[in-house]
Structure formats: C-alpha cells, structure tokens
C-alpha cells in the first residue's frame, strides 16, 4: 500500500487518503484539434512498465491535486510535486537519472 | 474500565474561507484575534479557532449565533479581494472527545501517527469511510466530520471504544 | 497423442504411471513461423489452437516469458457468464461459453467447466432496472437468462443473507448456464491440444523487441534469439502496453492490479456463483473447496502482480455483510495480477497500424469467461482479415466515440 | 500410546485443570496446553484425516506448520473450522470437532479413495470423467464436490466482533525468540520506537527448549529478564500472541493479534488486526524443520524432531514409548536427549550420514543410545500407529537390513528458514548448499518507496542456526554488541529428500511431500514426467502447498523432489511465491468493525427522523438513504405513491431535495468556468435567476443535469444530482487545479449546509404565503427566479424550479432548520391536504413531463442531442467540455438512437429496460434492435401506462407503431409520441 507526500500540505499519507487520477501532463485537446490528438488526449496512455508520471489528489486531507514520479513495476517514488505545472520539475527528472539512468 | 467521553456537541458556528492565506489572515486576526496558522496547524483566541485546511483555504469556529455577522464582516473587510467566505456552519458535526485513551481509540479508525501529531496540528483524514479532522483541544479532542454522517461517526468511536466503556 | 479416459488411468495405474508422456512439447524455437503468439495464456493459447484446428495454419509458435498459463489465466476468479449488455460482447461471450460446454470433449481434457450458474444480485432500484435491460437484451442474442425474484435468489443459494437491512435483495439476474472452470486446466488443455498439432509452445522465451520493415512485420527478438513470422498476434494482457511500444504504436489501456484470495477449504456450502455489484464482492466456491473471492482494483497503474491491502478487506466486508457465515472462515491466500483496462472496458481484438499484426488485449478483469470465443474469434482474424465476432472490437472505436460499455447496466465487472 | 508424563511441561500449570471436550467426550488438560499436546496426552493420536485418501493422521508439528490435526472449534455462532490444534489453546469449556470424516475420526468411509490410491494419481481428474458428458454434471461433479473440502461450513453469521488499529513505529520486530528479543532491545535502547509481536502465547522461541546459555544464564532467564527490560520502555510495544501476517508496498504490515481465542471469557474482541505502517521490518520468524520422504512418513506417530521434544519440554506430554530418530543433522539428537531425561526410550537413531561426529553425537552414544549411520527408514509399519520401521541404507534401494519396534518416530530432514515476511514483497532468496536451505539475500531485500531495503531477516529467519550463529547475526546486522555465548560445534547436515536415495516407484508412491492435500513424491516426478516441469506448474498439477499450512513442511522437500527428477540444482528449480499471510486470517478480522449499522456511512438528511417516524419506505441511493413512498395504513407501495401523485398534481406535495448537490462557485473567472462546464452559457444568466443545464465529460456524455442559479455578479449555485454532488465537485477542482489553475474561481461544497424542500402543487403558493415572511407571487418572483427572505421566521432562499410541471418552490435553510420548516410547512399545509412524497412519485411526475433523468434517459453512452437536449447545447461557445467529443464520427450519424415518448396501445406499461426489435438478424445472429425503453411508468395522473425510450431516428417517426421485447411472452407494440405526456404547454408551472 503507497505512501506518497502531499507536497500541498506536506504530509506523507497512505494510499487510502488519496485518489488515483492517472497519467499527468496531459495536454487538452478541444474543438479544432485533430482525431490524432483527440484520440491521444483521450485515450492512448503511456502506461509505462517504469517510471510514469501522474496524478493524485489528497482526497481525505486537504482536498488538493499533486503529481507524482513512480515506477509501476518498482513502486519507487521518485517526488511529488505542484499539479500547476506543464512538465516534471529539474530535480526530479534528474534523481530519475540517477536512479534509473534514463 | 475507560473514561472515554464522545459527546456531540451542539452546532458550532464554522466560516469556510478560501483564497490567498495572507490576505486571509490579516482580516480574520483583525475580527477574531485568532493568528494565521502555519501549515496543517490551528490558532485560538477568544473562543475563536482557526484552523489550516489547505493552502489556500481556512476554517474558523466561532459562535454559532454569531457566525453569520462575522462572515458577513469578513466578506466586506475583503471586499474586491478574490476571496470566498462562506457560512457553513451547519454542513458538520463537532464531537469531543475526553479521557484517556483517546488516541488508541481513534487509531482504530484513522491512519494517524498521533505520536508525532503536533500539539497544535488539525489532521484532515480518513476515519473508517468518511472523511474527518481532529484537533486537540481543552486537554481533549475535537473530531469534525460531516454532517450527514453523524450517526455513523458516532456509532463508529463507540463501537472503537474498549470493553466496559 | 494419447487419448485421456478413465481406461487410460487404469492401464497406467498397472505400471505406476510411467507411461504418459509430456502434456505440451519441450522445443527450441524455430528459425520461422507462418505466426507467432506472443502470450501463452488461455487467449494465446486459444488463438493459436483454433487457427490450426479451424483453418488448417499449425507453422505456429506460442511464445511465453514465464510459464505457460502463469498469467491472469493462473490467476483469476474463473466466473464464466455470458449475460452481457451489448451485442457484440453478448456474442463473443455467449459464443465462448458454448465452446466451454464442450471444451473437455474437444481438448480431451478434462477443465471441469461446471455450469453450476450464475446470480447477479440486484441491491438497487438502478441495478434492477439495468439487469432487466440485460435480460430483455439477452432475448434477442440468444443468451438465456432469467431475472429471478429474492426467494428464489435464497434458495438457489441458501447461505446468502438477502434481507438487508443495508442493501435487501430485490432480485437478480440469472444465468442457470454460466459457472465456472478449472483455469489451469484450460491454459494446459489448450496447450497440449496446439502440441498436438505440432505447433511449438516455447516458456522462458521472452519477447523483448518487434521488427517490421516497411510496415509490416518480420519477426520478434526473444531472449532466445530471434524469430521470423508472416503474422504475429500480441496476446499479453497486462504488457500489452509494452509490447505495442516495441511495435510503434500505443493502445487505450492501462495495466493495473487486480486482486483475488481464497478462503480455507470447507465442505460444500455454495452451489452458484455469486456477483454483489452494489457491495462489490463476487464469490463461488472450487471443486476443492474453498471460497473464491475476487478483490478490487487498484485505481493507479500497476505491473507488481501485488495490490494494495485495501481492497482485500472492502471486499470482505462486502461479502461479510453479504454471507455472514463467511466471517469466521479464514483468508488462506491472497494475490494479484496486472489487468489491462480500456477506455470502455471492453476488449480490442483488431489488426494494427503495423501489417501482420494483431493484438488481443483489454479484457481487463473479465477475460477468463471469452478464452474459447476470443480465440475462435482471434484466429478467424488472424487467417481471413474479418470475423464477425471481433468487427466491433476495433481500436478505432475510441476515436469515433463508438463504445461498447458494458458497466453502463449496473456497472458490472467481471 | 501418548500420555502425560509425571513430571515436567515448562508451559503448563498442573495446578490448573481445564475441562474442554473433543468429538463429545469430555477430556482435561491444563493452562498451558494446546489442542494437540491435551489430545495426546488423553491417549488420543488420531486428529484428522488427509484432503483427498482420508488416510488418518495425526499431529506432525507443534507450531503454524502442521498440516493434519485441524479441528472445528467452539459452537453455534462461535464455531470456526479449521483450527490448528498445535495452535489451539485449551480453555474450559472449550469444544473441539474433527472433520472431513464420516461417520467417525476412526471409521471413515472416504478411505477407499486411499485404497484405490494408485488410480487416482496427481491430475487424475483432468484425464478422465471426460466422456459421457452429462455425466460430468449430474454425476462426476457432484460427487468431486461432495468429497471436497476440509471442516464443515458455519451455518450462521459470526457472534464476535473484531477491532483494527492503526500503528507506526521505527522498527517493527516480527517473531519473539533470541533473535528478536536482542533486536528489539537494541533498537530500543537507540531509542527508536519499536514493536515487538511474537505469534506464539510465550516469549523466547525455540531456544528455552533447544537449550542455550546467554550471558552466563540459561535461555528461559535470559529470555525473561531481556523480556522485562522491554517492558520497562516507553518506545517498545510488546505483543504476544499476534502474528506478522503479511509485508506489503511501502513498509505497511498486517499483524493480526488474538485476545479471546483461548479464554472462555470472550465478551472483547476476538481478534485485533494491527495496520502497520513500519520504517523497517526485522523479521526474526526462526526456521521450521523439515519432515523427510519415506514410505509411511504419515503414520500417525511419525513427528518432526523438534515436535517430539516441544511436546515432552513443553507440556510434559510424551508423544510415544519408544521413539526412533531419524536425521541428516545434529538437531534431532537434542530430541534424544529430551525424550531420555524424561525417561523415555530411544531405540535407535537412524542417522543418515556415514560419519558424522560431534560433541552432541558423542554425548548421546554415551547415553546408550544406538546410532546407526548411513541408515534410513524403508517404511513406517502401521496404520493408524506407529507400530515399528524397517531399516535400510540410505544410498540403497531399501532392502530391509533390520526392523525395530517403536511407537514414534522423530524425523528431521534439517530446517528452513521462515522466510515468508520476507518475500512477501519482492525479497529475493539464495540457496545455501552447506546448510542446505533457501535463505534471505541481502542484497536483494524487498523495496520501499525510496528504493532502500525495508525487510531485515535475523536469527534463524536468515539461516543462523546454532544460538552463537544467531545471536552474532542480530549483533553484525543490528549493529550492537554480541552477548556472551559459548559456540557448539555441529556436524555438518548432508542433504537428503528421499529415503533411500534409490527407492523405487512402490515406495515413492507412499512417501508423503503435501501431508493435507496427499501429494506424494511420486506424484511430484509424475508432474515432472508430464511436462509440468516450472516448480509453478508442479504446484498447480499436484496441489503441493496448496493446503492449509501452505506447504511450511512440504514446498523445499517437493522441490528437491522435482530438481531431482529433472536433473537440475534446487535453485534453478526455485520457490513458489509467497503470498499473505503468513497463516490464514480469519476473514471476520478482515473486514473488522465495518457491520450493522457502521458496514458503510448511511447519510441522513435533515429530515430524515421525521421520515422515519412517520413510516418512510426507503430507498438506498448511494449512501442516502431517501423515502420511496410514505405508504399509510396496509396500502401498498404502487398505491401510496399514486396517492403522493395524485395529491401533489391536484393540491400540495412536499419532497425532501436535501440530497442534492449544491456547489457554490464563486470568483472573477466564475462565469467563463461554467461555461466551459456546461453545455450552455452560464456567464449571461442574470443575477436573481436560474437556468437548466446540462454537463459532459470530455467523451462527450451527458454526466449531469441541474439548475444554475446567478447570485451576484461573481456567484453562481449549481445544483447538481444526489450522486453527483461529490463527483461533480471533485470534477470542478480537478479543472481548476489542474488545466485552469490560473482562473480565479472558488468552489465550495454547501450540500451538507443545507437543507432543501420542495413545496409542488397548486397550493404551493398558498401555502407559503400563509407562512409569510416573503413576496411569492409570480410577480415577484416569477418562474426560473429565486429570492432571498424569511419564511415561518426562518431565513430561506426560495428557488422557483419545477421538475414536476408544477407550481413549485424549493427552499433552502441551513441544514439545522430543515425540520422546523418541514414541520412549519406540514402544519401549514394540513389544510390542504399536504403529503410528503418520496422518490418515485418524483420520477413519476418527471416521465409525465417528459424531463430526463441522469442514469434512466443517461447511461454513459448517450450525449444530450441524443436526448433532444439541443436548445440546452449553446452554439456560441467555441468550447466547452465534451464538445469536441460530440464532433466525432458515431455521434454524426443519423441513425443515433434519440428520445422520444412511447404509449402503447392498450395503455399498458411497456416493460423495464425493453428494447425496441427491427427485423431481420445481424452478423453474429442476434436479433436486431431499433431502441430501448429508458423509462417506463403506469401513470397515475393519466390512468395509464407511458415511457421513454431512445429510439432510432425517433422524432422522425411520430405515431410510428414499434414493437418491444417482452419477458418470456410475445413482443408488446408501442407507438411513438412526444416525450411530454402531461401539460405540454407548461401552464401549470407558469402561473
Ligand atoms: C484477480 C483476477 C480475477 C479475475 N477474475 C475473472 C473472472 O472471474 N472471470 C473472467 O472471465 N475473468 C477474470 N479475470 C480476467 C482474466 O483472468 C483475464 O482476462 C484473462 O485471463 C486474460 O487472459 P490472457 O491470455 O489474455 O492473458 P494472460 O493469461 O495474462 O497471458 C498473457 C501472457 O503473456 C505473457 N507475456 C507478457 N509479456 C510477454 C513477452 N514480452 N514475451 C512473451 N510473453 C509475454 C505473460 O507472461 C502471460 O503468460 C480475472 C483477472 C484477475 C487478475
Ligand atoms: N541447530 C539447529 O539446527 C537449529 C535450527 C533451527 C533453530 N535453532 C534454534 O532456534 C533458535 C533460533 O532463534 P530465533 O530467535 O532466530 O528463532 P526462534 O525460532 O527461536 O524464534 C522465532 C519466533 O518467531 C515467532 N514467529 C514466527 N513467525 C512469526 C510471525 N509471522 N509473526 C510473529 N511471530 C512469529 C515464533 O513463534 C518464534 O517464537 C535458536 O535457539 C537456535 O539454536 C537451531
Ligand atoms: C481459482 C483459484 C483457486 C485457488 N485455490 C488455491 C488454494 O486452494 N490454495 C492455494 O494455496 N492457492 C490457491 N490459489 C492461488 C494460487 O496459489 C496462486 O496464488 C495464484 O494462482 C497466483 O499465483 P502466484 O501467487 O504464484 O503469483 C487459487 C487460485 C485460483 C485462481
Ligand atoms: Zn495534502
């Protein structure tokens, strides 16, 4: 059973406090988008057996959204990080490196 | 065989505020005294308490007669700010909790470390199936969860509560 | 290959059993393969089985990195139903569960299909009136099944508490033919039935990378070498995602845990198969024994094959709630397996962008009931390009806002 | 013959008498005893039956491992099957039932299946039984199934309750002998906080029985004072009798503790399932002795070593007279040295190894005892006792070279670490050959979240195996001192699975591998013979460790087994996987408080006394709970909502709507949020009005429905449906926080702050201005309005909506006031003839008026066009959620399935959930469909039967005759006609 940090509040809580809400970083596609992106936005997911970007949502504590950098077939926690936010902070992308080499 | 108290208390008044936390606090400290908490904690004066819910929301306990005057200030005190205050005052269900043991008896319901639960700290979490706060207070707990669930609240922290109780 | 029957075992019985020979074949992979199957699960295993038994094509090699049957196949609760909403899922299942019925007779082997049925218990107004809808729309497919009433509910299944007080039984939908089977049983059945028609079963064998040129597909690399094929079907459930990135392009799925357990054996105390919806708890007791329960999913992507603590109990105080006597019997086992998840949960059985190949995936928490359908289904694809049991199964269905959603009824699982 | 010995059982209390009785015969034993050492000492051996021959069996552990004395415990709904009688304790008045045998433990019919034994080999099932097929059904299944299973079924619910609790710690220690009493006391002492669970009711583990001298005392003193020194400490929880169960993800594990299972007083919990959330986990679980493979090893009286000499230290029992030892190490000489102190006989020790010497062998030789080396056991004479063994050569093929008589034998094939916590997560094992067991690499330990090592094995859990070996273990890996401790040098163990190494198939056909399920080791080589050669396979096709105890005895000698017939190592063979828990939880524990009254949260509205005092017939709708109908006097539920009907269309009726969501969003970017939220323009609704809406997902279906109301220049109330008050909710933050979080909008939450009702008829407005306290007139606040005022004293905000083609109002209080103005209302209506009505008078007046509802006309797959919901699509918007969905293919077609109503026509109700047939049949041969029916009522108002329906082209086919499935009877025709049955002018409402 995860643990994750909320970096809003700054607690370290168990899955059962938290919401899944999938992959992060995806980009919205509206009208005048194509099928191709629609399709993508939608639908056509990562689901990377490694390290995976995505959401949850403090659900049970202070109610904010957060991303988080975890690999599905480890379960290491890369970080959390602010859900305001197009792409996965320096920091992280770089203990990703080292940890993974990618 | 326990001294565990739960009682539920009588409607308290609660004022939700969301918005910028600073520009909150200046206005609740200038009409209750209660300063802007830190994060996850609460700040009391005057029979006033407020408490940290997220960062950029606060809830305040006051008097439930007087409630929807000091909302009503606060919301012209921040008038032109983007901010939202709102009288809630009936949306939850206060308990209190007294006696020792408090803590084991929540611990069968919620997954708080409570040993390393801040004297100050409210704890928005998970009791059993709901979602619930807990702060300590007056030597005691203070336990909120919403109001539709009472009952269930209720019937939980007793069914928790040591044999005997 | 020897013929199975009770003759057979008294013969060998004579002479301490040293006669059988092997269920499936022990070979090195060939240089080529008319097909390939990535994914000796039943789906593989079916798949390939029927386009040798139905179409004639046996230059075919089923390649599996662990051990055959070792995936959700091994894994997984083993409901068979065919009480499905939609059409098209109404025929590849009802489709399957025929197949089931003579499944032992056509491997030779015994998978213990037992059709003990099927009770999926209406808790609400809205689950009364999505399973009504199932049962009008079962008239049409050809699915038999019936809405019963909740004393026939108690009696079909007499250890059921069906008065409440949270969630009274109002009713439920019955399928008196559904039921369950032995799932190992299924995978090595279809295995030795692929022996037999001397294609290569090939464990330990490791797909690690798909090469096409120019569009179309040559071969795979393996952890034991490479291999060429004309066609090459993916058939690996939770790693369908990863196989379809080795092939250039991405599938609607998300692979996550789901869980199951198995309580200790008890004498016979539960003759159907149970589905609560409304509690989220389903349950049938094996040939052996012990309850089987299904858990719930993880809501977050998985590929650990171990889920999280949590489900195991809501389910159980699901079931507790549903059959109290459960309560003082004891968890023996819980594990898990990676599911794939499509946008509808609904499979995709379609060809691809890349010629030659084609994927079998999506079955999500579901699939173990559509392992003779999809095969037969799969391999009419593979061989002809169409078949009607796997048209409406496209990928393309996502992007035209065409779904086959079947938890539209009663938000139903399994 | 077992029996209690005169003297000695350092865990029983002979002052202490307990009575409990066993298959109805009244027994005794003391405090102290469990099932099992009670039994034998009353002389009784045979304690259960095997799975699949019903061969007697009898007690072979003394711990979580054994696999045959299971026994049902306790009565009526205090009876559990199952029970391990090694872990029973006795408690007076306990009752103890065999199982799987008829008519009796001694006579049971099932054996034949052991007599035809040789018929039924590992598999057999999936080779026969095959043809003729009905027969599988009416004949061969239902006697496979008669036969399965171990204890009976309970008959009724549970009668005790159970408790969970959360728990953290720095380091958790799991298992309570030297090992982890060490750890525990210098993780303590580094002031960490710690926890301590010991499975068993003592502290100390193996070491006071196996003898050990620490720090200059015997192993119980010092055992006792490190015990009492723990307790002292603040940062340290001791408990006894609670099991580490299972190690999951990110250092959480389950510990599940028994208060109640062995005391009569059973008034608290029965058991505590600990939720642990744990920096790190020590496991110090010891190991577990390992039977060996020769025929006859299930012979009542065949024990393991340690079993033996735990019986006699122990509980003062002696498991037999004359007991012959069989080993490949030095460990069961310990056994000799028990059983010769408390004055037993042992005849003769078989030792497998040619030579071995040591002190401990040397001390036993001098004791008188023959030890014969090199020699196995070619068979077990017996059979439902021991009566003596054939001795052979072990490297032979079992020729007999002498018989010796004796009443147990005490086998020991070596030990394997409890490695079980460990690899529950991922942590990986490695084989050692020297001491001829899988052991914890670590290097390779499960993983937490930040990728350190959380699981540390100790003590014999991680291979030690003499005390010194243990104790420096726990010093080099906790990193403290070692105590004082003298080292005994042992010789070193010879690997040996089968006995003798040449046996034959007669042989391997009675050596037992899998005790419960009857896997033999022949059974293992047929697996193997017959392609089933991954350990995983072997597992499935022969059941070893599949049984109760999960093969803690079996799974290491099966797969030695199948190396063996494969002619590989045993590492290249490998484990199964280890999976939770450790031994099997009772399912109660599981699911813990979550019964009755607290199973779910049951959420109440204001109201919903009053419903409930006055004969309320609920609904479940999510987890409200909601009136269907008030049914008065013995009327049925059909005729009381007719009545709430009739009444509300022709003078006043009255609905708790406090369910519903109720979302305040508020700020400068309101107006443009809604507006992306719904499917049309919320930003230009004027304050002091409201506007029907509509909102969906990003696929483009319809999710939900609700009236908007403008507050003030930046504040909008949406109401949302029961279900969708937190979902939409959830919703919106999730836009705001994620997409738009640069907008400046709020959203708050008021479901739970008020309390709504609605007020519907054509006295709707009498009624309120008899309350007074504000303007209702239609002047004033005319349809689609609200206002803020005061009504019967209470500050209210009246909202004219109608979603029964009424003239409606509904009013909105803080929760807390919801019953004084209900009551208000019910006293001011009396005159009128006010009635409450419930949830399916609403959705009757809704289908007369033709207006959707979320999850009838809705199911996820259906977009608004599809419902004739156009005029509430604003074409204006470049965007907003779910518009770019609806502009793909599928929903372009003209073919979509739309809304319309439906009669049919004999005024009959068309069915629920009916679909419309078209003729003809497609590709897969089902019948084809032109529709279904979304809704379908008998109509009170109209005295006749009216539906909705999404048809095929639909609105294009007015007064079109279709037909519609019935259950079980010909199809019913329908004609097609507009959705609105009541009042399509919308003159009631609009006065
Ligand atoms: C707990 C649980 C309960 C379930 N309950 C039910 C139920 O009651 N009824 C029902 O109908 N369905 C149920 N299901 C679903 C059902 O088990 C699956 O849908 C079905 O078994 C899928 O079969 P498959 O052959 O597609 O996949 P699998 O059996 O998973 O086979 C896929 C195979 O592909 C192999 N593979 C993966 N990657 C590679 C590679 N790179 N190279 C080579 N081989 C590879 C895997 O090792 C695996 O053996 C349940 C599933 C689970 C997990
Ligand atoms: N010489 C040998 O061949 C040999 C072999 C094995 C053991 N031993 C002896 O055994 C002792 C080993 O000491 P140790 O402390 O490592 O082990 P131990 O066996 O003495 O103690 C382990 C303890 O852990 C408990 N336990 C096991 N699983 C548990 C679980 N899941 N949850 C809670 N408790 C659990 C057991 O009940 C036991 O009390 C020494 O005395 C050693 O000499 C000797
Ligand atoms: C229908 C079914 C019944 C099972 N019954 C048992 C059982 O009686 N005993 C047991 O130990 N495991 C049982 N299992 C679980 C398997 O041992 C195993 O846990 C499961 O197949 C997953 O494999 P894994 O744990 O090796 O990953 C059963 C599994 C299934 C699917
Ligand atoms: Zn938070």
């Not at chain 2, 007669?65 to 909302?71: C, V």
């Amino acid at each position: 059973m995860l643990l994750l940090k909320c970096p809003n509040c700054g607690l370290s809580v168990e899955e059962t406090e938290l919401a899944p809400g999938g992959e992060a970083h995806l980009k919205r596609f509206g009208p005048g988008s194509s099928d191709d992106e629609f399709e993508a936005y939608l639908f056509n997911r990562e689901n990377t057996k490694g390290v995976h970007f995505e959401r949850w949502r403090h659900a049970y504590g202070c109610g904010k959204w957060f991303l988080a950098a975890r690999d599905t077939a480890t379960l290491e926690v890369f970080g959390t990080y602010s859900a305001q936010t197009t792409e996965p902070p320096a920091d992280i992308l770089a203990r990703i490196r080292e940890r993974t080499g990618k | 065989m326990s001294d565990i108290s739960i009682s539920r208390l009588p409607i308290t008044g609660m004022i939700g505020l969301r918005g910028d936390l600073s520009s909150l606090g200046k206005v609740v400290k200038a009409v209750t005294g209660c300063a802007l908490p830190d994060q996850r904690m609460c700040t009391s004066a005057d029979g006033h308490t407020l408490l940290w819910m997220s960062r950029d929301e606060l809830l305040l306990t006051c008097n439930a007669e007087a409630a929807e005057a000091i909302a009503s200030d606060l919301r012209s005190r921040l008038s032109g700010v983007f901010a939202t205050v709102a009288n809630i005052s009936s949306a939850r269900q206060v308990f209190e909790l007294k006696g020792q043991g408090v803590e084991s008896l929540l611990a069968n319901v919620m997954p708080v470390d409570f040993a390393r639960l801040d004297a100050s700290e409210v704890r928005r979490t998970r009791m059993a199936q709901v979602p619930a706060a807990i702060w300590r207070h007056d030597g005691g707990w203070r336990l909120m969860c919403f109001r539709s669930v009472a009952d269930y609240a209720d019937g939980l922290l007793r069914a928790a509560r040591p044999v005997g109780a | 290959m020897r013929r199975f029957s009770a003759f057979a075992i008294a013969r060998e019985a004579l002479r301490n059993h040293e006669g059988w020979g092997r269920t499936w074949a022990k070979r090195p992979p060939g240089k080529r393969y008319d097909v390939i199957i990535v994914g000796a699960g039943g789906h593989g295993l079916a798949t390939a089985y029927y386009l040798g038994k139905n179409f004639g094509i046996t230059n075919v090699a089923i390649l599996e990195k662990g051990w055959l049957g070792g995936g959700n196949t091994g894994r997984n609760t083993t409901i068979i139903r065919s009480n499905y909403l939609q059409d098209p899922s109404a025929a590849i299942y009802e489709k399957s569960r025929s197949l089931y019925e003579t499944l032992s007779q056509d491997l030779n082997y015994n998978v213990m299909f037992s059709p003990r049925g099927v009770i999926m218990l209406a808790q609400t107004h809205h689950e009364v009136r999505g399973y009504k809808r199932t049962a009008h729309a079962n008239s049409l497919q050809g699915v038999k099944t019936e809405w019963i009433g909740p004393s026939r509910v108690k009696e079909l299944c007499p250890i059921m508490n069906i008065s409440g007080p949270r969630y009274p039984v109002l009713g439920a939908l019955w399928q008196a033919r559904g039921g369950t089977a032995r799932h190992d049983a299924v995978a090595w059945g279809y295995a030795r039935g692929c022996t037999d028609m001397g294609m290569d079963i090939i464990q330990k064998c490791e797909v690690t990378g798909v090469r096409t040129e120019g569009g179309r597909v040559r071969g795979v690399d393996t952890t034991q070498g490479p291999i060429d094929c004309d066609k090459l079907g993916l058939v690996v459930a939770g790693h369908s995602s990863v196989l379809a990135e080795m092939s250039g392009f991405r599938l609607p799925l998300e692979s996550v845990a789901l869980q199951a357990l198995v309580s200790e054996p008890i004498k016979p105390c539960m003759d159907v198969v149970v589905m609560a919806n409304t509690v989220h708890g389903y349950m049938s007791q094996s040939d052996k024994g012990e309850m089987v329960i299904g858990g719930g999913a993880d809501g977050f992507n998985n590929y650990t094959q171990r889920g999280s603590f949590q489900h195991i109990e809501e389910t159980l105080r699901a079931l507790v709630e549903t059959f109290p006597m459960i309560s003082r019997l004891k968890m023996l086992r819980q594990w898990g397996g990676i599911v794939d998840m499509t946008g509808d949960r609904s499979p995709i059985l379609t060809k691809t962008p890349v010629d030659g190949i084609f994927v079998n995936c999506g079955w999500g928490t579901g699939g173990f009931k559509a392992i003779p359908g999809s095969g037969w289904g799969m391999a009419e694809l593979i061989a002809k390009g169409h078949s009607p049991l796997t048209a409406e199964f496209g990928m393309e269905r996502f992007r035209e806002g065409r779904f086959i959603d079947e938890s539209v009824a009663a938000g139903v699982a399994h | 013959m077992s029996r209690r010995l005169k003297s000695g059982g350092r865990l029983i209390d002979r002052t202490k008498p307990v009575e409990f009785t066993c298959d109805g015969k009244a027994l005794r034993g003391y405090a102290g005893d469990t099932l099992a050492s009670a039994l034998l000492a009353n002389g009784q051996r045979v304690m259960g039956r095997s799975f699949k021959y019903h061969r007697p069996r009898s007690v072979v552990g003394s711990g979580p491992e054994e696999p045959n004395a299971l026994f049902g415990i306790g009565e009526g709904d205090r009876f559990e099957p199952n029970q391990r009688a090694t872990l029973q304790e006795i408690w007076p008045g306990m009752t103890a039932r065999s199982q799987n045998a008829w008519p009796s433990l001694g006579f049971d019919v099932g054996r034949v299946n052991d007599y035809g034994s040789r018929f039924l080999p590992a598999g057999f099932y999936y080779k026969t039984f095959i043809h003729p097929r009905p027969l599988w059904k009416h004949l061969f299944e239902p006697v496979i199934r008669k036969a399965a299973g171990l204890g009976s079924a309970p008959t009724v619910g549970d009668g005790d309750h159970y408790a969970h609790q959360y728990a953290f710690c720095d380091t958790l220690i799991v298992g309570g002998g030297i090992a982890g009493l060490l750890a525990a006391w210098t993780a303590a002492k580094a002031g960490e906080r710690v926890m301590l669970v010991e499975r068993g009711a003592h502290w100390g583990g193996r070491s006071p029985v196996d003898g050990a001298t620490i720090d200059g005392q015997d192993a119980a003193s010092w055992v006792k004072s490190t015990v009492e020194a723990l307790e002292k400490m603040k940062n340290v929880t001791l408990m006894t009798r609670c099991e580490g169960s299972g190690v999951y993800d990110h250092g959480y594990v389950l510990c599940n503790q028994n208060l109640t299972d062995h005391i009569a007083d059973k008034s608290g919990p029965r058991q505590r399932l600990w939720r642990v959330r744990a920096g790190r986990v020590v496991t110090a679980t010891g190991a577990i002795e390992r039977p060996i493979s020769f025929a006859g090893n299930d012979v009542p009286g065949v024990m393991l070593a340690s079993a033996v000499r735990d019986f006699v230290a122990n509980h003062g029992v002696s498991p037999g007279e004359r007991t012959v030892i069989v080993t490949n190490n030095d460990d069961a000489y310990r056994t000799a040295k028990v059983l010769l102190d408390a004055g037993l006989r042992v005849p003769a020790i078989l030792d497998v190894r040619p030579n071995a010497a040591s002190d401990i062998i040397n001390e036993i030789k001098s004791l008188g005892v023959t030890v014969h080396t090199g020699r196995g056991i070619a068979k077990v004479h017996g059979d439902a006792r021991v009566t003596g063994v054939s001795v052979c050569l072990q490297s032979g093929d079992g020729t007999v070279l002498q018989e010796i008589r004796c009443d147990c034998v005490a086998m020991s094939g070596g030990w394997s670490p409890v490695v079980h916590l460990w690899s529950h997560c991922g942590g990986k094992l490695w084989w050692d050959e020297a001491r001829a067991m899988f052991r914890p690499d670590p290097d390779q330990p499960p993983r937490d979240g930040n990728a350190q090592g959380f699981v540390t094995a100790i003590g014999a859990a991680s291979g030690a195996l003499t005390v010194r070996q243990v104790l420096a273990d726990v010093a080099e890996t906790m990193d403290t001192d070692m105590p004082a401790c003298e080292d005994v040098a042992e010789a070193p163990i010879k690997p040996v699975w089968i006995m003798p190494d040449g046996a034959g198939p007669a042989l391997r056909a009675k050596m037992w591998l899998d005790y419960q399920n009857d896997v033999k080791v022949s059974d293992v080589r047929l697996a193997a013979q017959e392609g089933f050669e991954s350990v995983e396979h072997a597992k499935r096709y022969t059941t070893l460790g599949m049984a109760t105890d999960q093969g803690k005895l079996s799974n290491i000698n099966g797969l030695a087994v199948l190396a063996d017939r494969l002619d590989v190592t045993i590492p290249q063979v490998g484990t199964t996987t280890f999976r939770p828990p450790y031994t099997p939880i009772t399912i109660g524990a599981l699911a813990g408080e979550a019964r009755g009254d607290i199973f779910q949260p049951l959420r109440k509205t204001p109201m919903h006394d009053w419903h409930e005092a006055n004969g309320a017939f609920w609904e479940p709708v999510g987890q409200w709970r909601r009136p269907y109908c008030y049914p008065q006097g013995g009327e049925s539920h059909a005729d009381a909502v007719a009545r709430e009907v009739k009444n509300t269309r022709q003078s006043l009726g009255m609905l708790d709507a406090s369910t519903l969501g109720k979302l305040l969003v508020r700020g400068p970017d309101a107006g443009r949020f809604l507006d992306m939220l719904y499917t049309n323009m919320m930003s230009t609704l004027n304050v002091g009005r409201c506007r029907y809406g509509l909102m969906c997902d990003e696929n483009g279906f319809l999710i939900d429905d609700g009236v908007v109301a403008r507050i003030d220049d930046d504040t909008w109330l949406c109401h949302t449906t029961t279900g969708g008050a937190d979902r939409i909710h959830g919703w919106m933050e999730d836009w705001l926080q994620c997409e738009w979080w640069d907008w400046k909008v709020h959203v708050v939450n008021l479901t739970e702050q008020l309390a709504q009702i609605a007020v519907v008829g054509p006295n709707a407005r009498k009624v309120m201005e008899k309350l007074g306290g504000m303007d209702v007139k239609a002047e004033t606040l005319p349809f689609m309005a609200w206002a803020d005022g005061t009504l019967a004293g209470l500050s209210v905000r009246a909202y004219r909506i109608s979603f029964s083609g009424e003239l409606s109002y509904e009013i909105a209080v803080p929760a807390h006031q919801g019953p004084e103005l209900w009551t208000a209302l019910m006293e001011a209506g009396a005159e009128f003839g006010i009635t409450p009505y419930g949830t399916e008078a609403l959705h009757i007046m809704r289908a007369e008026k033709g207006f959707i509802m979320i999850g009838d006309e809705t199911d996820g797959t259906v977009i608004p066009q599809d419902l004739g919901l156009d005029w509430a699509i604003s074409k204006k918007k470049d965007d907003y959620l779910g518009k770019r969905g609806q502009q793909r293919d599928a929903f372009q077609k003209p073919g979509r399935w739309k809304l319309v109503g439906l009669e049919t026509l004999d005024g009959s109700a068309l069915e629920d959930g009916a679909y419309a047939v078209a003729d003809g049949r497609n590709e897969n041969g089902q019948g084809n469909v032109q529709g279904r029916v979304t809704s379908t009522y008998m109509s009170p108002t109209l005295g006749k039967g009216i539906a909705m329906g999404l048809v095929e082209r639909g609105p294009d086919r007015m007064g079109e005759v279709i037909k519609f499935t019935r259950i079980g009877q010909a199809p019913q025709e329908a004609r097609i006609v507009n959705a609105v049955f009541f009042d399509p002018e919308g003159e009631k409402s609009n006065v």
